[in-house]
């Protein structure tokens, strides 16, 4: 209330009368005085050197874009019961002592920051003792002081949100002290940060993490600390954490929760001797002893890859034994190929793209019955989740097209064998660096083997058709043996066999358009699967455990367009595709081009 005395003239009265009007209006003078009066709306768009403080409740506060509180001294807002507090984007309140706002004892405040929040000494904001009170710290909002900038202690029901920066000075202090509170929740958004140590001595705290809690002093000192019972850390996709995140000695039921995505790897290191559990939400195989994960993407393709060296060779020899020879002259030929192939992401395997390209060399030995094979290829692996890996594989051997030739029918058989150099690297997140990432590397060996045997059928409706229908079944083995390594760093794989084996059926139409052009249009069903050696041991910091690939068996439909030039070279190109039913969706495509090379 404010009294407005004023002197007016009367058309009525005596010129003399005197007019006491009594006005009661909402308005607050801010400028004259500290206390806000009980339940107003409040707005401060100039500076101010006033401690505002709310005697009554239901007072609601905005610092408007520009406006800068300053208090020498201690507590620049003493907040009162059920009062909202609004600090505009620009808007800034600083208190040269300790306390920019204080709620002590005032239950369900809310504070709500998109400005700047400075304490030149201890804490920020004091919400101890409190029941159900919000902060929210907006993108662009700064809320700092030199120790223990946010404290709750005793409070119940906190809930913190925070889009910004919250950070203390004193990084051996605590940016968010909960204290003894109970049943508090720590959201930290997408994008947001927070400098210091989050701490809790009550039951009851989640603290949910999408942003990057750091203690950048160093990542040996402790980021989260978790001094009681009962409490659950989740640390999401986008989430970082620089520090250890500590579970006090005699601290039982709490939960350190990752939900990072499915395939990421990650190295959480954590100290005290309290009891909790590790739960990944995303799918992963977690091991406790700290907490870590490994995506399996190196491992569980292992079988495609393999199949598909195994398709690819075998293609490549049915493309030679069409190929247009002159008999018993013995010429080497060559095939360049290059192909692409991917697969979509289920809630059991990883995405990836891989990039492929290599050279197969085929000599004549025995009058076109018994060929030398070489094959080499490079490949890079592109795993979901920034797991990469580069193969270099070469394979030899022999194949017999027509080791039996009755005619129509043939039946032939290969086999090769060789060796893969692989190099990996996959980024983890991990609370051990400055950055909250590692890349970790790794470089291991592999040796193959594949063989395969077939029957086809020819027919031909006249002996003046153009056009050879051909039918082919066949089953193929392929063996892979993969030694021993360790990633840079936590990862380490024990050896492992893998036995595969595939059958197939295929149909190939040969049209001879003229004298020097044929084409080839063919189709293949092939299904394959494992054998042996599903299962993969490997360790995390030491702490054994194992993988077990659940989807080993697929089915592929495969086509193929070719075309053979007889001029005075023969060559002929060839588009390939490939469909499987594994996982969501992969597919490959390729495209070869092979010659006929006289010496």
């Known amino acids: 209330m404010s009294i407005k005395v004023s002197f007016r003239k009367s058309f009525f009265r005596p010129l003399t009368a005197i007019t006491v009007v009594l006005c009661f209006t909402p308005s607050i003078k801010l400028a004259y005085g500290a206390d806000l009066g ?54 800034t309140i600083n208190a040269t002592g300790n306390q920019v706002i204080n709620a002590f004892n005032k239950d369900t405040t809310i504070i709500t920051n998109s400005g700047t929040l400075v304490a030149d000494a201890n804490i920020a904001i004091k919400v101890s003792g409190t029941t159900n009170a919000i902060i929210t710290n907006n993108v662009g909002g700064l809320i700092i002081a030199d120790t223990n900038t946010i404290l709750g202690n005793g409070s119940s029901g906190l809930t913190i949100t925070n889009s910004g920066t919250i950070s203390v000075e004193d990084l051996s202090s605590y940016a968010i002290d909960l204290g003894s509170g109970t049943g508090a929740t720590v959201t930290l958004q997408n994008g947001s940060l927070v400098i210091g140590t989050i701490r809790t001595s009550g039951s009851g705290t989640t603290i949910i993490n999408s942003g990057s809690i750091e203690n950048t002093d160093n990542p040996g000192n402790t980021a989260i600390d978790i001094q009681s019972n009962d409490n659950t850390v989740t640390l999401n996709e986008t989430g970082k954490v620089i520090g250890l995140i500590e579970f006090a000695a005699g601290t039982t039921g709490n939960k350190l929760q990752l939900n990072q995505g499915f395939g990421r790897s990650y190295f959480y290191a954590t100290s005290g001797t309290g009891d909790y559990t590790v739960e990944d939400l995303s799918g992963n195989t977690a091991v406790k002893g700290s907490a870590g994960s490994v995506g399996q993407g190196a491992n569980e393709t292992v079988d495609e890859l393999l199949g598909l060296r195994s398709y690819n060779l075998r293609s490549a020899l049915k493309r030679y034994s069409a190929f247009p020879t002159q008999f018993g002259k013995k010429e080497p030929y060559a095939e360049p190929f290059s192909y692409y192939s991917e697969r979509g992401t289920s809630t059991s395997v990883l995405g990836y793209d891989i990039y492929g390209y290599g050279l197969n060399i085929i000599y004549p030995l025995l009058s076109n019955q018994l060929d030398l094979i070489l094959t080499v290829e490079k490949s890079e692996l592109e795993l979901q989740e920034d797991h990469d890996i580069s193969n270099t594989n070469v394979l030899a051997g022999v194949s017999a097209a027509d080791f039996i030739n009755l005619g129509p029918l043939k039946i032939g058989g290969f086999f090769v064998a060789g060796m ?62 993969i030694g021993a390594y360790s990633e840079s760093e936590y990862f380490s794989w024990k050896k492992r066999n893998l036995v595969q084996g595939s059958i197939h059926i295929g149909e190939r139409l040969t049209s001879k358009i003229n004298d020097k052009l044929t084409v080839t249009v063919e189709g293949e069903v092939e299904h394959s699967n494992g054998l042996a050696g599903r299962k993969q041991s490997y360790a995390i910091n030491g702490i054994p455990t194992e993988s077990k690939d659940e989807q080993f068996g697929q089915t592929t439909v495969s086509g193929r367009l070719g075309a053979t030039m007889d001029n005075n070279m023969t060559a002929h190109v060839n588009l390939d595709s490939r469909l499987s039913n594994y996982a969501k969706s992969r597919g490959t495509y390729g495209v070869n081009v092979g010659l006929s090379l006289a010496f």
């Open 38 to 91: 009980a339940g107003p709306t409040v707005s401060i768009s100039t500076d101010n050197s006033n401690q505002q403080t709310f005697d009554q409740a239901n007072v609601t506060l905005t610092i408007d874009n520009g406006a800068t509180v300053t208090r020498t001294g201690n507590q620049a807002i003493k907040a009162g019961v059920n009062s909202t507090i609004i600090v505009n984007s620009g808007g």
């Open 420 to 481: 893969g150099v692989h190099e990996g690297t996959r980024s983890i997140f991990t609370n051990t660096t400055t950055t909250g990432l590692l890349d970790v590397t790794s470089d291991y060996t592999s040796y193959e083997g594949i063989t395969g045997t077939h029957a086809s059928y020819s027919y031909k409706a006249s002996p003046e058709s153009k056009n050879i229908w051909t039918t082919e079944v066949g089953l193929t083995l392929g063996y892979s043996w």
